[in-house]
């Protein structure tokens, strides 16, 4: 009896603080913020792309009905502005054109998401073809953005595109009229079941584990890491290179053992590294998916410096194995320069090096 109205104040004092505790976000808007996140970072890779490409329509598509483009043309107003901003002054490809002599890099995007409304940051990297077909930069910049969810689509509503070295001032920003107000907000989606939600994370989850596969495979093969690397693909995975095709991680192994050589142990590469940017992954369904990114290899030159030597492009096939994403099909497109003028170069390095061994 001497116990009970303790155990009765200690139950409600544990109920009442069980009540007070302050509710996390739910699984709906945990998704929906991931969803957000991943939407927009996707159309800061299409804008590239379409740019590479000469693709005014689909470029100009990802701006809202009043969205602004300020930069060092001037500044723009609604997707048939902006549209016939490019055409202006990049001109009309012609049928077929494929941009061979120039492209973007996109990194360090910082996304804050407000409701229908977000501010973003990123960087840019403008890469040209010098007179001996290397990938050289340009320019280097960021983009200052608004975002908005548009008819429930996430568009640019403004974006500011600065120049950072050399410097290029879009047309002093600071001195022009704040955007137009957005209009009313999209209305939210109606709210999903827990199963719609846990289908939506999955997807979410697979473009995140293949964006991982695809920063692991640069960084081991800067580490010269070929088990971990060939692990990264399929058991029937294939690797290609124009007319060049191994199949499975033995074969990938030894073609890596065959190009570098088996590196030494504790093997440290101060002499290389690759960048990958500009990633973009389509899931087709809970096994498969596509990716293509952009690749930069950067070497050291003779006094020490580093210097980009070769460019290009990756276009993947994903397949999940064992409940893990592996590369069905990998194929690596050099750019600046080609494949047969990389080859070219390669082997002669390799021949050099090996007569310099031979004389010690």
Do not use: C
């Not at 101060?270 to 990633?279: A, D, M, R």
């Amino acid at each position: 009896m001497t116990f009970r109205p303790l155990i009765l104040v200690a139950l409600l004092t544990a109920s009442t603080g069980a009540m007070a505790a302050p509710k996390g976000p739910s699984l709906e808007q945990r998704v929906q913020r991931m969803e957000d996140e991943s939407a927009i970072r996707r159309i800061l890779i299409e804008y590239g792309a379409d740019l590479d490409s000469r693709n005014y329509a689909g470029y100009a598509g990802l701006f809202a009905r009043d969205g602004i483009w300020i930069g060092g043309f001037g500044t723009f107003k609604g997707p048939a502005a902006i549209e016939k901003m490019l055409v202006d002054n990049l001109g009309t490809p012609e049928p077929g054109w494929i941009n061979k002599s120039s492209f973007h890099l996109l990194s360090n995007p910082l996304i804050e998401i407000d409701g229908d409304h977000a501010h973003v940051t990123s960087k840019y990297l403008f890469v040209t073809k010098s007179a001996d077909d290397k990938p050289v930069p340009m320019l280097a910049g960021r983009y200052v953005d608004e975002f908005v969810r548009e008819n429930g689509v996430w568009k640019i509503a403004k974006r500011t595109t600065y120049g950072a070295i050399p410097w290029r001032d879009p047309d002093h920003p600071e001195a022009n009229a704040p955007a137009p107000a957005i209009g009313q907000a999209a209305a939210q989606p109606p709210a999903s079941t827990v199963a719609g939600d846990q289908l939506r994370l999955q997807k979410l989850e697979a473009i995140v584990a293949i964006q991982r596969v695809i920063t692991d495979y640069a960084a081991r093969l800067d580490a010269q890491d070929f088990e971990g690397y060939a692990a990264l693909f399929a058991k029937d995975g294939i690797w290609q290179n124009g007319k060049t095709v191994h199949k499975g991680a033995a074969d990938i192994k030894a073609m890596l053992v065959g190009i570098y050589g088996t590196p030494p142990a504790g093997y440290v590469n101060n002499e290389s590294y690759h960048l990958v940017s500009n990633i973009a992954v389509d899931v087709i369904d809970a096994d498969h998916a596509r990716a293509r990114s952009r690749h930069l290899l950067i070497m050291r030159d003779k006094s020490g410096h580093p210097v980009p030597r070769l460019a290009g492009r990756y276009e993947d096939e994903f397949v999940r194995e064992d409940g893990i994403w592996k590369i069905a099909h990998r194929t690596d497109y050099p750019v600046m320069p080609t494949a047969d003028e990389w080859l070219k170069e390669m082997t002669a390095e390799r021949a050099a090096k090996a007569k310099e061994a031979a004389k010690k």
